[in-house]
């Protein structure tokens, strides 16, 4: 197995700020970057903004500003985001940066060089909101005769001189690809529907813009830029250094997932690949493509309806910790999940405040009253001890494997079942009654208890960073012990440790 490990996110569209699909993803993305840090990988992890477009110079238009103005405001409500919720990107790529336009037209010379692109003009039905074509078929008439895209947005006829991308071509190399690769796409139902779509026969891709001029410049044809989705899907070689293809991106390169929504899948699975293809350069490993985060009830946010909420006030109400983990924790992965304040209260007070804080700040208050604010001598022998850090350890493996497989809900369900069970034996062996009689064996119990939380809050860490770390900051475990490889290392009998405090506070639901 490789040892790097390459994940992206998609290009967030910065024509408004974030919402909580965007906070979605980039948590999600980041709980793999940090489980793959953990596991001992060499990760890349970015993230960035698509800039160009349409959509954009109509929104600044509007608003009465310049597009880079725009575009500069937005990008920073992104960067925001993930300094908020403790995204640890590697890179943040912003399409409007020059390095980003010399990678996409190097990508552009490749696919020229392949004779993949040639001059025509286009007239079909257009997506602004998307910056998507779809065939008419794909469309519908709405109830006030409107014409709609396939994801409910209005589409208009467009003719322009355009560059076409040789899309038939590939028709039948995706499909080879897709049955060599079973696990490129993913969940399996994004890849049934896009065999389907590539089975149905693929049309050549109208590939250049003469209609705005906001956008990468097309060499050598004055007055075309690209069209977006080219345009945004280089990022990912931007990133690690494309078109130069020195250390990172010979090391990087093909990334190893591409983290995207549902409602992106086409562009990722079908124009990236063939797209590369195209260039000669080889192509990801996986595109996933995640549900959706959905209101209480299984409804669809919008403004209309009243129910859309903000990510940066849930983190700040909540915390960073417990909205990370109720989003983690509360959709199977590749499936649409809700939210809810409600929800969100119900499970982290169960899961972080009760079954892990709790433990912790017992198990440690003991400690620090009656073994001297030190680990306490390291006396594991009997079977229920044993057999505890044997089940932990088990629970770690399988919740590893889970993860490996990006099955995130699932690991976390996991582990918490191991922090019942720890609780479990901690009642069930009461060191405070066993101290009355037998000051040794509880001292016993006490040690087994924090091992286990040891090992625990270092195989959750990627998933709660902050309660994770600060419990093992009370453990007075060192930050470069905090991995994978240092399960294997338990806590030393006789280490002073702080006094203890609560790491995940109880949540109470905001006034109002």
């Known amino acids: 197995m490789s040892n790097k490990f390459y994940i992206t996110t998609a290009i967030s569209y910065p024509n408004g700020r974030p919402h909580i699909g965007h906070a979605y993803e980039a948590i999600a993305g980041d709980a793999i970057a940090r489980f793959m840090r953990a596991s001992g990988r060499d990760v890349r992890f970015i993230t960035g903004t698509d800039e160009h477009g349409l959509k954009m110079v109509q929104t600044a238009r509007d608003a009465g500003r310049s597009t880079i103005d725009l575009a500069d405001e937005m990008s920073g409500y992104f960067k925001e985001m993930c300094a908020k919720l403790d995204i640890s990107v590697d890179a943040f790529v912003r399409t409007s940066e020059a390095r980003h336009h010399d990678a996409s037209r190097a990508l552009w010379d490749r696919m020229v060089a392949s004779g993949d692109l040639y001059l025509d003009r286009y007239a079909g039905w257009y997506s602004v909101r998307d910056e998507a074509f779809y065939d008419e078929k794909e469309t519908t008439l709405g109830d006030d005769g409107v014409r709609l895209s396939p994801q409910g947005t209005p589409v208009e006829w467009l003719v322009e001189e355009s560059w076409f991308f040789r899309l038939s071509k590939y028709q039948q190399a995706l499909l080879d690809h897709y049955r060599a690769h079973p696990d490129f796409i993913r969940p399996s139902a994004r890849a049934n529907e896009v065999i389907r779509f590539v089975e149905g026969g693929l049309k050549d891709l109208s590939v250049s813009r003469t209609s705005f001029d906001w956008g990468v410049k097309v060499p050598g044809a004055d007055g075309h830029v690209m069209y977006v989705w080219v345009d945004a899907l280089t990022t990912y070689l931007t990133a690690i250094g494309f078109p130069g293809e020195g250390a990172d991106f010979a090391h990087y390169w093909p990334a190893n997932v591409h983290l995207i929504g549902k409602d992106i899948v086409r562009f990722h699975a079908v124009y990236w690949p063939a797209f590369l293809m195209s260039a000669g350069l080889p192509l990801p490993e996986q595109i996933f493509g995640h549900g959706f985060v959905l209101a209480r009830g299984g409804e669809k946010m919008s403004k209309s309806a009243g129910n859309v909420v903000d990510p940066m006030a849930i983190a700040e109400n909540f915390g960073v910790d417990a909205f990370r983990y109720f989003l983690l924790r509360e959709i199977s992965f590749g499936q649409d999940g809700s939210y809810s304040a409600e929800a969100l209260v119900t499970r982290c007070n169960a899961d972080l405040a009760n079954n892990f804080g709790n433990l912790a700040q017992r198990s440690l208050s003991m400690i620090a009253k009656n073994c001297d604010g030190k680990v306490p001598a390291a006396t594991v022998g009997e079977g229920a001890d044993t057999a505890l850090l044997a089940n932990v350890d088990d629970a770690g493996a399988r919740a590893q494997a889970a993860m490996e497989g990006l099955q ?104 109002g």
Request: charged fraction near 20%.
């Open 408 to 511: 995130i809900s699932q690991a976390l369900e996991i582990l918490w079942a191991a922090f019942s069970d720890v609780n479990q034996y901690f009642a069930d062996c009461a060191p405070w009654a066993v101290r009355k009689e037998n000051p040794a064996r509880a001292d016993a119990i006490l040690y087994t208890t924090v091992e286990a939380v040891r090992r625990l809050a270092i195989l959750v860490a990627w998933a709660v960073p902050n309660g994770a770390d600060a419990i093992l900051d009370l453990l007075a475990v060192p930050a470069d012990a905090r991995d994978f490889a240092a399960l294997a290392t338990p806590l030393v009998a006789g280490t002073p440790l702080p006094p203890p405090v609560g790491a995940f506070p109880r949540l109470e639901m905001p006034e």
